[in-house]
């Protein structure tokens, strides 16, 4: 939940932007992605984990949501040890940087501007890995530092850790194909967690939370070769809102906020307190935005109305003097 709608809205179309335009090479690595069968690649709008219809005089029909793949011959993958960071000026030195998507976002400039190599493919796990189809080893260690957002910020690739393929099949190579195609698919889906989601589609509201339908999907190494899993999950959502029209209108399930008297009945307090608990509430300054968590314990003597003794009395001394 968002202090406006027009900044989660602004958001949300940063991401989209983000995540359209970073990862463009990787496509050049589609066809090592998903090579199904005809009878395989179609999953139903329904997937359900393991379904059998029986019928007299008939076979049985076992629908799965897994489904076999193949790749590209003669692929090697090369795993490298990367690390970015921030530079902190009260500290007077680099950081780690802790949040993903500016890492994710940051990484990926710098390898849209074909700065690590000129031809090498790359992609980036957001984590402390990066990955490649071209060694380049000798060059190594690397360090590419540029301003970014208005922040001195650094990818420092370290070492090569590890070599796998497509020819050798093993765990190693199936989590680096895997990471391959979650980076392919944030180019069409927004991810939150570890589910994907379409960004064109408009949530479904179910009382005081959003739905929206996702997948989850992993490559898996069985004894008949590797498989393609998806799981379909229905997620709820807390919606991007205002915070008062979101306790009257979806919460309470009022229809205009006009008709609020000021006070609310103890059924009402009672429901706000607990489904308010652990959301996540930002507020927007003119130049920063700051969140809070709620506990989902509120005071029952908040003021109805704030006379002000004298003008210029800000509030935060009139809370203050309340104690």
């Known amino acids: 939940m968002s202090a406006t709608n027009n ?6 179309k940063q991401h989209e932007t983000i995540h359209q335009a970073v990862n463009q090479q990787t496509t050049a690595l589609t066809s090592l ?28 029909v076992i629908h799965v949501n897994h489904f076999p793949c193949s790749f590209a011959h003669d692929l090697t993958f090369y795993q490298y040890d990367a690390i970015v960071e921030e530079y902190h000026e009260k500290q007077n030195k680099y950081i780690n940087l802790s949040s993903r998507e500016k890492r994710h976002q940051f990484v990926s400039n710098i390898l849209l501007a074909k700065e690590i190599h000129p031809t090498a493919i790359c992609w980036y796990d957001e984590g402390s890995c990066l990955y490649s189809t071209t060694n ?51 180019q069409q889906f927004k991810v939150i967690g570890s589910v994907f989601y379409r960004w064109d589609e408009e949530p479904r509201p179910d ?10 999907q992993a490559v898996c190494l069985t004894e008949s070769g590797p498989t393609l899993n ?17 306790i009257w209108e979806r919460l309470l399930d009022q229809r205009n906020m006009s008709t609020f008297n000021g006070e609310l009945s103890d059924r009402q307090y009672n429901q706000v307190c607990n489904f308010l608990r652990d959301v996540e509430v930002t507020t927007t300054q003119s130049d920063y935005e700051t969140n809070y968590v709620l506990t989902g314990c509120f005071s029952k003597e908040l003021p109805k109305k704030i006379f002000l003794e004298r003008s210029g009395q800000f509030l935060d001394q009139y809370y203050k003097d309340l104690g």
Not at 7 to 12: D, H, I, L, T
Not at 33 to 60: F, G, Y
Not at 207 to 216: A, Q
């Open 207 to 216: 009382g005081p939370y959003d739905l929206l339908n996702g997948f989850k």
């Open 136 to 186: 380049f080893e000798d060059k190594l260690p690397v360090v590419y530092e540029k301003e970014d957002q208005g922040y001195r910020r650094r990818l420092t690739i370290k070492s090569l850790t590890a070599t796998s393929g497509t020819n050798d099949l093993d765990q190693s190579s199936i989590r680096v194909i895997e990471t391959l195609i979650k980076q392919v698919l944030k």
């Open 33 to 60: 992605v998903l090579n199904t069968s005809k009878e395989q690649s179609t999953i139903p709008k329904s997937v359900q984990a393991v379904r059998i219809t029986s019928q007299q005089d008939m076979a049985d």
């Open 230 to 246: 998806v799981d379909t999950t229905i997620t709820r959502f807390y919606p991007h809102s205002d915070l008062l029209p979101f």
């Open 7 to 12: 900044k989660a809205k602004e958001r949300s």
